[in-house]
């Protein structure tokens, strides 16, 4: 129980963090006629000083989320709880990039924790939109009374609501693996979860 407290305080500190990247975006104030879409600057290059190049500026927001999941080759079939958080930009108006931390835990030996670069595509431009992700990072597992760590894989496909708001409601369904083995095999989980974006 004391190791699901600190894997949860660490998956939940990750989606405060922004502060640390302040500097180089920051949320952006809707005007009367515009949407979060529609924002964009101009800046120049100051790396060649030779050309003007149009950036869109991205718009940050801090998720946090949960849901139930099922964890796979965990040497168990108990139901088990997920948590997320961290930090989402939106880059394009069909592309967003982030940096995520989660944990899967059925509260009773078996534990999923991961940190990964996730990327989202939004083929809608309306204020619902479904979406396909996908996420590459690090995971350390427990299950069997073994331990695994290595890279992990994830895809996940969901529907995001109040897209030109500053506040969002995401739904989504996730699967990831773990590349390393336990007893049983590569452990996974895949996972029904609820979340917003601010």
């Given amino acids: 129980m ?23 975006t920051s949320k952006i104030s809707c005007k009367n006629d515009q949407t979060l879409f529609q924002k964009r600057t101009n800046t120049i290059d100051t790396i060649t000083n030779k050309s003007n190049i149009a950036v869109n500026q991205a718009v940050s927001f801090s998720t946090v989320g949960f849901g139930p999941a099922n964890m796979r080759r965990f040497g168990n079939d108990k139901l088990a709880y997920s948590f997320y958080g961290g930090k989402f930009w939106l880059i394009q108006e069909y592309m967003g990039l982030g940096f995520i931390g989660d944990i899967t835990s059925d ?10 670069i996730a990327s989202n595509y939004y083929p809608l431009k309306t204020d619902i939109s479904p979406y396909a992700g996908a996420d590459i990072g690090l995971a350390f597992a427990r299950g069997d009374s073994k331990n695994a ?23 989504q369904f996730k699967a990831a693996i ?21």
């Avoid at 995001?160 to 995401?170: D, G, P």
């Avoid at 773990?178 to 601010?198: C, E, I, N, V």
């Fill in 178 to 198: 773990l590349l390393d083995k336990l007893p049983a095999g590569y452990p996974g989980s895949l996972q029904a979860r609820l979340g917003l974006l601010f």
């Fill in 149 to 171: 760590f290595g890279f992990s894989l994830g895809t996940s496909l969901g529907v995001i609501f109040f897209r030109s708001a500053t506040v969002q409601l995401s739904m």
């Fill in 107 to 116: 509260l009773n030996g078996a534990h999923l924790l991961g940190i990964s």
């Fill in 2 to 24: 004391r190791f699901f407290g600190v894997v949860l305080f660490i998956c939940l500190w990750s989606a405060f963090f922004s502060h640390c990247f302040s500097s180089v």
